[in-house]
């Protein structure tokens, strides 16, 4: 966060909602992809409850 001159932060690839509290000190968001796809895969639909999980995870640990 200090070398981006205090400019927000996007985490830009990997994005899990098990991995985020990782990332969460010096995160204000992330892209997020294939985390949200069934089973992980860029050709299956958007799993519900993947993206239940990333906005848990979200609001578990980015407070801004």
Do not use: H, W
């Not at 990782?22 to 949200?36: C, D, E, K, P, Q």
Request: glycine share 12%.
């Amino acid at each position: 966060y200090q070398a981006a001159g205090g400019m927000p932060v996007l985490l830009g690839s990997g994005t899990k909602s098990d991995t985020l509290p990782n990332y969460a000190s010096f995160i204000r968001g992330a892209i997020v992809g294939t985390a949200l796809k069934r089973d992980g895969l860029v050709s299956n639909e958007v799993d519900v409850e993947r993206v239940r999980r990333m906005v848990k995870a979200f609001d578990g640990v980015c407070k801004n």
